[in-house]
């Protein structure tokens, strides 16, 4: 099984050489095939219209050959609703499925058997998405499939099932565990459990349980458990939990509003009617105008959204330190990458021993100007005489300074 991708012609992704592709596939072909019966998908941009993909009048060539080793190639023509020509890659495609013996599937096949297309776009629909088979498969081939148009993607997907025979094989049933209930615990049944546990049989239950020698430590587990479990049903009421199919809800985007909701309505109503109106320009056109437009809106709202939550940070950076943090933290959850930050723990520790060490307050300025303050005003205090003296030279708000 192979998927493939060809980028479509005049692009800028094109290959110089398309035919060396086609050859190198057609070589992996020819080795795969020994092993077994190929399977090719994907999207080649090839336009092949109706034109076979098996040598025509094969067997009337050779009406009395009797080459054991030669397969007259005879099979149905497709049908295809894409009614372009065949470009070079169509071309080149065709004569790959006659050189390998592949078949094509759409357009002739349980599912398609009108050759639906595969690619819608604003300017047209085409058929570039194929399925390829050996033609030992083509028996095997339970149906094949052009699902619905989506707003996902241009391309509308396909798929394909095969009928296969697997062997009965006895298979042992196992019975699950239903899920375990709850009893329901208040003040009374609390005391009533209280009482139940120190009865004369739960005492002497309690007993054997400690004086047995157990085999193991699962029956001993269960032995104790049946001994709490049955105390408790005497005690209060068991309900047996209930499963819930609960449908999953959706996690909504917080910025996609009620404008981007209705856009994203419009958008599902055109889808549903490209699909089932494909040829019809207007509604094309329609579908992928208002979904540039859903597309352009939620991004205006994303950033409408962010912005308001960082002003809302600037204006609680100082007087809200919890709403800050808050609002930062729903900031970050609405980021779609997440980094996750390893840090040695041992350089972590150096780094802080060395921020506290002596060597690096003694190659501080700021300390070397608080000992130059200090040492200015030891040599003040020391020539002065009096007191009188002292107050007038120094003031309070100086040694403050200082300090």
């Known amino acids: 099984m192979a998927t493939v ?14 035919n060396e592709v086609y050859s190198k596939l057609l070589r992996n072909i020819e080795h795969y ?40 190639d005879s099979h149905n023509l497709r049908n295809n609703l894409d009614s372009k020509s065949a470009n070079k890659s169509g071309k080149l495609l065709i004569d790959l499925c006659k050189e390998s013996g592949l078949r094509i599937l759409n357009g002739r096949t349980i599912g398609d058997p009108l050759g639906k297309c595969t690619c819608i776009t604003y300017n047209g629909s085409s058929l570039v998405d194929y399925t390829l088979v050996s033609s030992n498969l083509l028996q095997c081939i339970g149906n094949f499939k052009v699902s619905d148009f989506t707003p996902i993607s241009d391309h509308c997907p396909i798929s394909c099932s095969l009928l296969t025979c697997f062997q009965k094989c006895k298979t042992i049933e196992s019975k699950l565990d239903p899920l375990p209930g709850k009893f329901i615990w208040d003040n009374k049944a609390i005391d009533c459990y209280t009482t139940n546990i120190q ?14 020698k157990q085999i193991d430590s699962n029956s001993a587990v269960e032995k104790f458990n049946a001994i709490l479990c049955d105390t408790a049903l005497l005690s209060t009421k068991f309900v047996q939990k209930k499963i819930m199919n609960r449908p999953i809800k959706k996690n909504k985007k917080p910025w996609f509003s009620d404008s981007c909701h209705d856009l994203h309505t419009t958008v599902k109503k055109y889808c549903l009617l490209v699909n089932k109106f494909p040829d019809n320009g207007s509604y094309r056109k329609s579908f992928y105008s208002f979904k540039s437009k859903l597309r352009r809106r939620c991004k205006q709202e994303e950033r409408s959204y962010k912005s308001q939550i960082c002003d809302q940070i600037s204006l609680n950076m100082k007087k809200d330190p919890k709403t800050f943090w808050n609002l930062l933290n729903k900031l970050s959850s609405l980021s779609e990458i997440k980094e996750e930050n390893h840090f040695d723990q041992e ?55 200082a300090v």
């Open 347 to 401: 350089l972590f520790i150096n780094y802080f021993k060395k921020m506290n060490s002596t060597s690096n307050i003694q190659n501080n300025k700021f300390h070397d100007i608080i000992i130059e303050k200090l040492t200015a005003l030891k040599k003040t205090l020391n020539t002065c005489n009096s007191d009188n003296e002292f107050n007038k030279q120094i003031q309070p708000a100086e040694i403050l300074n």
């Open 199 to 212: 009865n004369s049989h739960v005492k002497q239950r309690l007993d054997e349980f400690v004086n047995d």
């Open 5 to 18: 991708y060809f980028s479509p012609e005049y692009s800028s992704g094109c290959t110089e050489d398309i």
């Open 33 to 72: 095939s020994q092993l077994g019966d190929i399977v090719i998908q994907g999207d080649f941009n090839a336009y092949t219209n109706t034109i076979p993909d098996f040598v025509i009048s094969d067997e009337a060539k050779f009406p009395k050959s009797k080459d054991n080793d030669y397969s007259i």
